[in-house]
């Protein structure tokens, strides 16, 4: 069913309160810390001497000796301190990373983490102190969120925290988009709008310089802000959530392919809202509440109206670009083949069973395509149920004459 595809195609370790993108981006954390880790920076003599015994135990050839390259790494940074290097500086944060990755590696999680949250406080401390000049303020707030991506990583096991963190740090990077002629509030409260509304893709400005170049970090940790509200069970919060960072990515200039796949985890969670909804229609029939009943049922007929909306929004849009680019872009044809199946589902769910049949079909051919083995046996599941449903309508037909 939808729901098991929906878990299928999210991250491991993750239940359906996971949103696709979310995890995903996780795996872009080693990225982009590396950069950091890596001492390439010019660093003094004495400084570049120890970096360069770290490195050299910590490399195969010393057999990973990572607990070697701590210590060269901590008399690094008491170097540092002893030459008095900005502590903002990539070279002096380079050998904290430095530090933080051994102790990762050795399974000292939670100094790691005590690493992060220092330098999440200082770049937010120096944020907000508004006395660092305006145009390093973009650089620290890329490095900001790609401390706080990394933390929110080490720390799944607190959601509270981790939504904490992202919120808060995510709004400095609201304002400075702001600043910088980005046409964004700063708060989330205010620029949520209804799930109902229908206008979610109409044109916004765009201005995607006010973005860079910490835009690919702050999209990232929007989308794990996504998955802790949907693990504190905040499911309309998430999905007004994603409708923003949807709306926030087309003033960006965000990637095709990004703002499609961002589009179909709205529609995906507004499909699992839908069957929430349902859910609750169902209890209140059985205790005979009609005034529930029938809120219930508007809230999940308009959940499933915005989801329906949400994919054939991405069919539509991928219609204007010329079919060699979107058959050779696999991330387009992915989504393509997600839609079509969840089209598909909706309308199986909501008993066209004509209209259902040829969308999952067709997601199926489209999934053979890309050798996405699993979609295929997901839409093949559904297809036996709807095989399933026109014998029952059959039977009734034949009943009923």
Known sequence: NYQAYYDLHHPKKRNWKRTVIGLAALSLTGYGLYYYYWPHHTFPTSVAKLLRKGL??????????????LQFYIRALEECNNLEIDKLSDEYTGVQLKIAEMLEKLNLLEEAKNIYQELADLYLSTLLSEKIPIETRPHIIQKDLRIVIKLVHLSESDPTYCSNLLLTHCIKAQEEVARRGGSLASNDSIVHPSPKNHDLFISYPVNSQAWFPFRDEFFIARDLYISTC?????????????????????????DFPDIIMCQFNLGSLLYLQAEEYESRELNAKKNNNEKDIQLFKEEKDECLKSATFCYESILEAVKSFPPVISRDHPQIVEALALTTYSLGVINLHTGNLEKAKELLRRSRLRAKGIN??????????????????????????????
């Not at 050299?56 to 390259?69: I, P, Q, T």
């Not at 959530?241 to 990515?249: A, D, E, G, N």
């Not at 449903?389 to 034949?398: A, Y």
């Open 230 to 254: 949907l693990r504190l069970g905040e499911h309309l919060l998430a999905i007004r959530s994603q409708i923003t960072t949807l709306q926030w990515m087309v003033m960006a200039d965000c």
């Open 372 to 401: 996405n083995e699993e979609l295929v046996a997901e839409a093949e599941a559904e297809l036996k149920k709807l095989e399933k449903e026109e014998k029952l309508l059959e039977l009734k037909q034949k009943e009923n004459n």
């Open 56 to 69: 050299w135990a910590e490399s195969n050839k010393e057999n990973n000796n990572y607990a070697g390259a």
